[in-house]
């Protein structure tokens, strides 16, 4: 960030109004089995006008800038996280990502979306954007594994992933990759194959999202935990992997996230998930190691 902006910059967390198609019926209704009513966006801003998310999202991470940058030299990102966002009305969305960029204070603009939502109009629309200000497409594969993805009703196969990625990269969109780490019945082995598909993708990966695999309260996988618990990894195991995963990266990409955030009230496990700066501590440990 402070290569390409000059600065540090903090992202707000803001909500489309966007649905998933594995939620309204189009592939299913009750998302992946891993995902709660929050759309995996939990800390996301309540649906409001997007000035006002905007507004309110700065309120709560501007006491984490440090004094020396004064609010008028502050930069943004805003992240639109929560279910599909590409998924709807291509005038609708583009009217709120417009909006959002034209903000002064907005850096660049962040949409999280599943692989299979990128229609021609919606590409044409994100390059658009990304000729205002710098566009970042998170797609959430979480795994190159099919019998992986099946369990957890992912709903598309690797295919299509492959193929929004590269109209993605050849329309000069940064693309970010969701990787969760955890899945049930996957082995080490099976985790470094994906992260090892991801660091061999044409034109270089720009960005990967590793994500502990959080079981939470409201969702298919923790009513599944509770019943019949399966094996999920020490925060021992769980630093060890992501040493192994960082070691397979191309030097060029960015790593966006090692760990990730569960409201306590939903986290069912792992508990030690709940104390990052302990997570972040032993990771760095490791990797001094």
């Known amino acids: 960030m402070i290569e390409t902006f000059g600065t540090k910059v903090y992202k707000l967390s803001l909500s489309s109004g966007c649905t998933c198609p594995n939620r309204d019926g189009t592939l299913g209704t009750g998302g992946c089995s891993f995902c709660s009513e929050g759309g995996s966006g939990d800390f996301a801003a309540p649906l409001l006008p997007v000035g006002e998310q905007i507004r309110a999202a700065k309120a709560l991470v501007d006491p984490k800038f440090p ?14 996280q929560s279910y599909t966002n590409t998924y709807g009305s291509p005038v609708r969305l583009r009217e709120l990502y417009h909006e959002a960029i034209s903000y002064p204070e907005i850096a660049a603009l962040s949409i999280g979306t599943r692989p299979d939502c990128i229609p021609d109009e919606i590409l044409e629309m994100l390059k658009e954007l990304n000729r205002v ?28 992933f492959e193929d929004a990625y590269m109209r993605l990269k050849e329309a000069g969109i940064t693309v970010i990759v969701h990787v969760i780490l955890g899945l049930p019945g996957e ?32 969702t ?10 399966f094996k999920i990894m020490t925060l021992e195991e ?16 960015v790593i966006h996230r090692l760990t990730g955030d569960a409201p306590k009230r939903l986290l069912i496990a792992p508990e030690w998930s709940g104390d990052k700066k302990r997570v972040l501590n032993t990771i760095r440990a490791k990797l001094r190691r």
């Not at 200000?133 to 299509?160: C, D, I, M, N, S």
């Not at 769980?238 to 060029?252: G, M, Q, R």
């Open 187 to 218: 082995s080490e082995e099976d985790m470094l194959e994906t992260v090892r598909y991801l660091a061999s993708l044409p034109y270089g990966l720009d960005g990967i999202k590793l994500q502990l695999l959080h079981v939470l309260k409201g």
């Open 238 to 253: 769980y630093s060890d992997l992501i040493v192994k995963c960082l070691d397979l990266l191309p030097e060029e990409t």
């Open 67 to 80: 004094s020396r940058i004064p609010p008028e030299e502050r930069k943004y990102i805003a992240y639109f």
């Open 133 to 160: 200000k710098p566009v970042w497409v998170e797609l959430g594969l979480q795994t190159v594994h099919e019998r992986t993805a099946g369990k957890f009703r992912r709903g598309y196969e690797l295919p299509a």
């Open 220 to 229: 298919e996988l923790g009513e599944k935990y509770l019943v019949s618990p």
